[in-house]
Every structure is written in C-alpha cells, then in structure tokens.
C-alpha cells in the first residue's frame, strides 16, 4: 500500500562511516528526488532522476551519490560520514518530469545522526 | 538569488477561526506555488497547487492566492480544527525543475 518508502527509517553511525539509504516508489512516477532537511527544518534538493537519468545535480560534497537501478528506485551512498550529515533524508517522487505543475509526494524519511 | 519566504514565527488560533499564512517570493516570478503540510516526523503531504494565471484555488476547507503584484501567495483554512496543526511549506517553481522551499509555517490550533 505504501507509496514512497525509504529504508531505514533510523540510521545511528560513527563519523567516517559509509551508510546507504534505501528509497522504492509503487506510484509508477517517473521522477524521484532526494532532499536534506536540516534541524533548521530547511528543504534542500540534493539530487533528482528521471527514468534513470541523473537531472537535478546540487552542489553536495561528492562523497554524496545516489544511484537509480531502474525508475521505481533511488539509493543514496554516503562515504566518509561527518557530523553535519546529520539531517533527515527525504525521498520523493513525482509523475512526469518534475516540470510545471508536477506535485511531489515524499516518503517518511530516514533520520540520520552521526556521532 | 531565488527565495521564498514565510513567517517564521507560529501562528496560534482558536478552533473555528480562519487560519490565514504568507508566501512571499523574491527575485523571481515563479510560474505556480505549492502548499505542502508537514507533520513532526513525517514527509511533506502536497495540499493544492496555483498557477500564476490563477487568482484564487480552492479545496473543502482550504482556499490559496495568488498575487503576482505582491508577490504573494495567501493559504487559508477556514472553520480551522485542531487537527489541522501542522507546519505549511510553500513552494515555488525554480529553474531546471527544480521547486524553491520556504522553511515553513508552524499552526496550533487551540480547542
């Protein structure tokens, strides 16, 4: 039943730690998205596919890559962890391109603290 | 740069009254805003959507306009619950598809 999930929704690690985070969506979109929401509560668009294809690509440390298996999927791969990693990850998806009008609806997010 | 912004400070009403929240953007016309309510610990829940050539879209309760003078979208709820607290995120369409966010509006409604 579940729209956009993401996996785990927890994740605890030491700094320089390498973590991934899981993010499926059974809507059929064709877009998916990662955003970082900070304890400021700020939503800032990391990363965005479309059918696999790489679209949206913000200035984030490059040890931040996300990885699209196929549309329904989008995996985010952090190396070398540091403690302002520390956020909730939310994964998002929308039907079409991401273009006008395209609503986004996201998942429950994954909060990662690194100590 | 591209921004939008909300009130930062919570908005505290009384059941049954019309909640009434601000987004301003600057430095850009953004082609439609969005309305997003966010509950704590959860993801983003899209509301309405308004197009720049729209003045006014409504739904059941809620109610957003547009005014590209002002630069300023209104989000309305009226005969307000306390159910309806949550934090509003308006959101305004960038460049290169991408969807410019405020940081959003806290609303308690009080029985």
């Known amino acids: 039943d579940t729209a956009v999930s993401q996996t785990p929704k927890y994740l605890v690690t030491q700094m320089g730690n390498d973590k991934s985070i899981k993010c499926e969506q059974n809507?059929?979109?064709?877009?998916m998205y990662w955003y970082k929401q900070d304890s400021k509560k700020f939503l800032k668009i990391m990363f965005s596919?479309?059918?696999?294809?790489?679209?949206i690509n913000e200035t984030v440390p490059n040890r931040f890559s996300p990885k699209s298996p196929d549309k329904a999927h989008l995996n985010l791969h952090i190396n070398s962890l540091e403690l302002g990693d520390s956020a909730v990850y939310f994964c998002a998806s929308s039907p079409r391109d991401g273009g006008t009008g395209d609503t986004q609806y996201f998942g429950p997010g994954t909060r990662l603290t690194v100590l | 740069s591209q921004k939008i912004e909300q009130n930062s400070e919570a908005l505290n009403i009384q059941e049954g009254k019309t909640a009434t929240l601000t987004c301003n953007y600057t430095?850009?016309?953004?082609?439609?805003l969005q309305w997003y309510r966010q509950d704590p610990g959860r993801g983003p829940v899209f509301l309405l959507l308004?197009?720049?050539n729209e003045k006014e879209k409504r739904k059941e309760r809620l109610k957003v306009t547009f005014d590209t003078t002002l630069k300023q979208s209104l989000f309305h709820i009226t005969a307000s619950q306390p159910a309806d607290s949550a934090t509003y995120l308006c959101?305004?369409?960038?460049?290169?598809?991408?969807?410019?966010w405020g940081l959003g509006t806290s609303l308690a409604v009080n029985p």
């Open positions: 596919y479309n059918n696999k294809e790489l679209i």
């Open positions: 959101a305004g369409a960038g460049n290169n598809r991408k969807l410019i």
């Open positions: 430095n850009y016309s953004p082609a439609y």
């Open positions: 809507l059929g979109h064709d877009t």
């Open positions: 308004i197009r720049e």
